[in-house]
């Protein structure tokens, strides 16, 4: 098949190619494969690049929550919509440095700190700052995610030590205005471009299970793959289920085997990024996870809430990854 060549070529033994030049018939046909297939192909590439039996564990906290004016069709927090959340202010430092504390001694070797805003305003990002520069003390790698931003607040997040920034593509781009109107797809590049030129590394992915296609769902992963350069992690989100947005007219959740193919396509497509297992892993039993993580995902979210839903909770992350073999920060 015409994916299984371009897998193939300049392969050489010490690792697998990058390429930015996907289209997205090769990624078709690369989903396509028979799936033993496709697992030995995504299993061979992740063994080049990583080591197969670790799994990386991250924490998730929403330092200011709702309210925000974007209209994302999926999002809890979006002001367009009654999902019954109150809207809060931004955290305190001490009280958030205080929680990652709390979730380094669970495991935890990523803080991710997110904010439901359009956009930060330069006083919101000082104490973002702040913040993330007491989080390093504490030995652990940052990220945030607080919407778009300008090229000068990037360099001040840089200039504070943050490790990676978080701005998820979300769909193709051919499904994109169905599920967002108030913030263009090249809004969102522009951001990612600014970010990577600040020096900070780029967390970038998307939602499955808003009603696209699975060729809306490769069509964001070549969007992805044909970036300068690749974002060093890649979430996939189930869409978790959220009562008073658009979503829920339109939401069908993927085939367990839709998604381990998705991600094998993923950790194929980017050989090098880290492919993160996101929100929605409470409906996913633990032999789905399993495939998924033979598949190429190696990082998942540990805590029982990820910003304003659920998440697995620590004991059945713990159990799973020793059953498996697979060592974490929760061995």
């Known amino acids: 098949m015409v994916a299984a060549v371009a897998v193939e070529r300049n392969d050489g033994r010490n690792s697998a190619p990058v390429r930015h030049d996907w289209q997205r018939a090769e990624a078709e046909a690369l989903y396509g494969l028979r799936f033993a297939d496709l697992m030995w192909q995504a299993q061979r590439v992740h063994r080049k690049n990583f080591d197969p039996n ?8 929403s330092i200011k929550t709702g309210g925000c004016p974007e209209d994302c069709g999926y999002c809890s927090q979006s002001a367009h919509y009654d999902t019954g959340l109150k809207a809060t202010r931004l955290m ?53 995610t607080l919407g778009m931003l300008t090229s000068k607040q990037a360099t001040q997040l840089s200039e504070a030590g943050l490790d990676f920034y978080n701005h998820n593509v979300d769909t193709s781009p051919e499904f994109y205005d169905r599920i967002i109107t108030t913030r263009t797809l090249q809004d969102r590049i522009d951001t990612l471009a600014h970010v990577r030129d600040a020096g900070i590394k780029v967390c970038c992915g998307g939602i499955v299970g808003m009603g ?46 839709a998604l381990v193919r998705l991600v094998a396509t993923t950790r194929i497509m980017m050989p090098k990024s880290v492919v993160r297992l996101s929100a929605g892993r409470q409906y996913m039993s633990d032999e789905l996870q399993a495939l998924c993580i033979v598949a190429g995902a190696n990082s998942i979210f540990i805590g029982d809430v990820l910003l304003t839903t659920k998440n697995p909770q620590r004991d059945r992350d713990a159990n799973l990854l020793d059953r498996l073999g697979v060592t974490s920060g929760l061995a």
């Open 212 to 257: 696209e296609r699975v060729e809306d769902r490769l069509g964001m992963l070549v969007l992805l793959a044909n970036l300068p350069s690749h974002p060093e992690s890649v979430p996939i989100n189930l869409w978790n289920e959220v009562k008073g947005v658009p979503v829920n007219d339109t939401a069908e959740r993927p085939d367990p085997i």
């Open 54 to 61: 670790h799994v990386e564990t991250a924490s998730l906290l």
């Open 92 to 144: 305190d430092r001490a009280e958030v440095v205080a929680i990652a504390q709390c979730a380094k001694d669970a495991g935890a070797t990523r803080f991710c700190m997110a904010a439901a805003w359009r956009s930060p305003k330069d006083r919101d990002l000082d104490q973002v700052c702040d913040t993330i520069s007491a989080v390093k003390d504490l030995g652990m790698e940052t990220c945030v």
